[in-house]
């Protein structure tokens, strides 16, 4: 358990430091395409919302992506 403890937190930190770098690097096309994804995704849950009749507000849909 221990090990499996340790290997999730190096995973974490790792990917955390490397998210920051991409980040940090200022590429356009990495941070347009992550926020067109989150907008794509929105989109898709309203959507199926919007299939079952009952459509919650936009903050609502916004909170849960």
Known sequence: MRRA???TRSALIRGTS?????VRAGDV????GAIGYWIFDNAV???????FGEVPPL???LMAT
Not at 29 to 32: D, T
């Open 45 to 51: 849950l309203w959507a199926t919302f919007k299939a």
């Open 29 to 32: 096309a990495l941070i347009g």
């Open 5 to 7: 403890i340790a290997a």
């Open 59 to 61: 903050s609502i849909v």
């Open 18 to 22: 490397e998210a920051v770098e991409l």
